[in-house]
């Protein structure tokens, strides 16, 4: 049997950030590049992509990355892995490369990157011991594809995002008839989606969602602002006719919109017959409301910070008013629910009425309990290994896999970056690989580390107190008391008090470290230290808070001649 090894190196026990190894003997198959959007509690980070430590150090055995479809959880953070492993070449259909070469192109690291193949369902690569295929799949975005790599021993199955829906359009449709195949060929280990594993009823089809959408739109006399993931390109397809159905102009206010919306019409992916339809942002306030439909899809693709623009009249084109409906027909992953909250509250509060395609329907492009089951079903694989999803919904998934017939030895729930290798067919774990978060500020890659995020959550929470003292090292003795300053701790009108009792601690604590350590012993970071646990201890004691704490200690030196005003300070 060839040595065959699987592990994830994100999404597993997490939504998003897709992205999963297939080693067979020393070839290595890069199954997506995505990134998750951040946390509440990552202040300050814009997203979140896979470590690729593993990849850079066996850079030379990356036979390549295959993209299943679009969208951000999966293309993500493909800039940034040809940035860090270099030129290795990269497959996926005809719309999903042509967004992958968007989003490289926009990160100078990899901009200049171009080794793209375009792939469909009748495509096979044959690598020696291993055949890469498709086959399409039913998802928000066209040109989906699930992957297959078959070996001599069997084949490893990666459905991507998927669910099952007969009533699709062209495009969008998933062959059964290539899935059976594939199971009678034998699939050795299924990697299936299970975002959406913990649902029971049956999503909606995109018949009922067009019917949803156009009566909630013809049902409103004022302007509609329709809120969407810019990588639905099937929903916003849908948008598109219930305006042009209905008589409203259309107005993309995305920031990543333009070019989407460009690239899905030059390959006719996206289809608005009338150029007339559309009208620039610029031009939204000489349309009379009852004729204008606005496309919200916000910075890549997610919506919900855009919208809190809208409300607090912020947004460079749209500011809501009354009678205005937000409408969105996406449906925010869990991890968003405070954020829906509080835009929703904002957005009553700015004069607007909001509503959810989610509310009387069960919309998803994620397969549920019975379409897991179905999968499994078509493809009987050997063994399954539930991603993309939370550890809730891989144990869900689990679980459903066991109700059809699989025996949990065939089950295994991964942990990020842990491999798992198959010995004579059968499951199990072989260590691991580094595989934490890493995060991207601005233009900072991995930069951002715990330590950082947990000074910014004191900061959010508790501010900073700051304290400022002169010392000299050669007299041994402070030159200028301590000087005070907060930012989000107290008021300091009303709290001159402990203002002062502040610095007085300052200064004796300052005073008792140069007599205890004289000019010999005397070190920078205990100073600073000692300090900072005083006035720690002193601060939480009298509020019952935990500032930041910084001490800034000043040197003064002895002038180095004899002229007037030549004083130098050294800040330590």
Same mark, same amino acid.
């Given at each position: 049997m060839a040595k065959i090894q699987v592990a994830a190196l994100?999404?597993?026990?997490?939504?998003?950030?897709?992205?999963?190894?297939?080693?067979?003997?020393?070839?290595?198959?890069?199954?997506?590049?995505?990134?998750?959007?951040?946390?509440?509690?990552?202040?300050?980070?814009?997203?979140?992509?896979?470590?690729?430590?593993?990849?850079?150090?066996?850079?030379?055995?990356?036979?390549?990355?295959?993209?299943?479809?679009?969208?951000?959880?999966?293309?993500? &953070?493909?800039?940034?892995? /040809?940035? @860090?492993?270099?030129?290795?070449? =990269?497959?996926?259909? !005809?719309?999903? +490369?042509?967004? $992958?070469?968007?989003?490289?192109?926009?990160?100078?690291d990899s901009k200049k990157f171009d080794d793209f193949h375009v792939v469909d369902e009748k495509t096979e690569i044959d690598f020696g011991q291993v055949v890469i295929s498709f086959f399409p799949t039913t998802h928000t975005i066209p040109e989906s594809l699930g992957i297959v790599l078959t070996t001599k021993d069997g084949s490893i199955v990666y459905t991507g995002d998927f669910r099952f829906d007969p009533a699709v359009e062209k495009?969008?449709?998933?062959?059964?008839?290539?899935?059976?195949?594939?199971?009678?060929?034998?699939?050795?280990?299924?990697?299936?989606?299970?975002?959406?594993?913990?649902?029971?009823?049956?999503? &909606?089809?995109?018949?009922? /969602?067009? @019917?949803?959408?156009?009566?909630? =739109?013809?049902?409103? !006399?004022?302007? +509609?602002?329709? $809120?969407?993931?810019?990588?639905?390109?099937?929903?916003?397809?849908?948008?598109?006719?219930?305006?042009?159905?209905?008589?409203?102009?259309?107005?993309?206010?995305?920031?990543?919109?333009?070019?989407?919306?460009?690239?899905?019409?030059?390959?006719?992916?996206?289809?608005?017959?009338?150029?007339?339809?559309l009208v620039s942002p610029k031009e939204i306030d000489k349309i009379p409301d009852q004729e204008l439909l606005i496309i919200e899809t916000g910075r890549m693709g997610e919506p919900l910070e855009a919208l809190m623009k809208?409300?607090?009249?912020?947004?460079?084109?749209?500011?809501?008013?009354?009678?205005?409906?937000?409408?969105?027909?996406?449906?925010?992953?869990?991890?968003?629910?405070?954020?829906?909250?509080?835009?929703?509250?904002?957005?009553?509060?700015?004069?607007?009425?909001?509503?959810?395609?989610?509310?009387?329907?069960?919309?998803?492009?994620?397969?549920?309990?019975?379409?897991?089951?179905?999968?499994?079903?078509?493809?009987?694989?050997?063994?399954?290994?539930?991603?993309?999803?939370?550890?809730?919904?891989?144990k869900a998934h689990a679980d459903l896999a066991m109700e059809v017939g699989m025996l949990p030895e065939h089950i295994f729930i991964a942990k990020r970056g842990e491999m798992v290798s198959f010995k004579d067919g059968d499951l199990q774990p072989n260590g691991t690989i580094p595989a934490d978060n890493v995060m991207i500020d601005g233009s900072g890659v991995g930069d951002i580390g715990s330590v950082v995020l947990r000074d910014r959550k004191v900061l959010s929470e508790d501010g900073i107190f700051i304290a400022v003292i002169t010392i000299s090292r050669q007299k041994n003795k402070i030159v200028a008391k301590a000087r005070v300053h907060t930012k989000g701790f107290v008021f300091i009108k009303s709290s001159r008090n402990l203002i002062n009792e502040a610095s007085e601690l300052v200064n004796t604590t300052t005073a008792a470290y140069l007599e205890k350590t004289g000019p010999k012993d005397f070190d920078w970071a205990d100073i600073k230290g000692e300090i900072r646990d005083a006035l720690g201890k002193f601060l939480y004691d009298q509020t019952k808070r935990k500032p930041a704490v910084l001490p800034i200690v000043m040197e003064a030196r002895a002038p180095q001649n004899t002229s007037a005003g030549n004083h130098r300070t050294k800040k330590n």
């Open positions: 994100g999404g597993v026990r997490e939504f998003g950030k897709n992205m999963y190894l297939v080693e067979i003997d020393e070839t290595i198959f890069v199954l997506d590049a995505g990134l998750k959007y951040p946390e509440n509690s990552m202040l300050g980070v814009d997203f979140v992509i896979p470590e690729m430590t593993y990849l850079v150090e066996n850079a030379e055995r990356i036979a390549g990355v295959f993209l299943t479809h679009g969208h951000a959880d999966s293309i993500g &953070a493909l800039p940034y892995l /040809i940035a @860090e492993v270099g030129d290795v070449p =990269v497959f996926g259909s !005809e719309l999903t +490369v042509e967004l $992958a070469k968007l989003n490289t192109r926009a990160y100078e495009g969008y449709k998933t062959d059964m008839s290539r899935l059976a195949e594939i199971g009678r060929q034998g699939v050795l280990a299924l990697l299936a989606a299970s975002a959406n594993a913990l649902a029971t009823e049956q999503s &909606a089809s995109e018949s009922q /969602i067009y @019917e949803k959408i156009y009566d909630t =739109v013809d049902d409103w !006399e004022g302007r +509609v602002i329709a $809120a969407s993931n810019s990588g639905n390109i099937g929903r916003i397809q849908q948008l598109v006719d219930v305006a042009e159905a209905l008589g409203r102009r259309v107005a993309f206010t995305g920031e990543d919109m333009e070019q989407i919306v460009e690239t899905a019409q030059r390959l006719k992916k996206l289809h608005i017959a009338d150029k007339h339809l809208m409300a607090s009249r912020h947004h460079h084109h749209v500011k809501i008013k009354d009678g205005d409906l937000v409408f969105s027909v996406t449906s925010p992953s869990v991890a968003f629910e405070t954020k829906v909250a509080r835009t929703t509250d904002a957005i009553y509060r700015a004069g607007g009425v909001m509503k959810t395609l989610g509310k009387d329907l069960r919309v998803s492009g994620h397969a549920n309990g019975r379409d897991l089951q179905f999968m499994l079903d078509i493809l009987r694989p050997k063994n399954l290994i539930p991603v993309q999803g939370e550890y809730r919904e891989l």
